[in-house]
């Protein structure tokens, strides 16, 4: 049976947040924010196009899967990568309809980039229960946002205090509050990781 995301490894996983968390990198916890409220970061408008909007792939239980968007090179080809969701095997535990996805069995995944100058995204389907230790992992670089964070033409100190501040944000439907997951910043890649619950709209914002 088909039907409709890589990891969050069990242990491994805190372990790794701890260190990163140490090595500076950046850990936030819950925090729920109206939409108004919410600022979510641009792609700059000298970013390349993406490969592609629309991302579906197969999620396949009893196997390690991943799925990504990239940008465009300065020839049309496959450039830098956006936006990478990983799943480990054992991630998945029933599909959309709420029936368990035997070993074997695939779930279509489907990301949509929500809006074409935003870091916004939607995810489905949605229903998905996921195993709470071997969540999907989500990774998301900011790099084309150029430093300019909050978007006002130039990268100065201001945009470096909202760098510290970025997370992944959780959104159910458009108009709904935001909320922050647990969100480790890699300084160094200009990308941030979550770990996953759900699928629905998500985003980096601040």
Known sequence: MRSHVRRARPGLAGL?????TLAGCDSTGPEEQPEASLTIISRAASAPPLETNVLSFYAVRGEDREGALFYQDESGGRGERFLELKFSDKSIVTGADGLPVAPGDSVLITITVVDAAKILFDFQPSGILFNPVERPELRIRYAEAEGDFDDDGDSDAEDAEIETRLAIWRQEAAGLPFLRLGTVRFDDLDEV?????????????Y
């Open 193 to 205: 990781e979550a770990d996953l619950s759900g699928f629905t709209r998500y985003a980096i914002a």
């Open 16 to 20: 790794a947040l701890l260190l990163l």
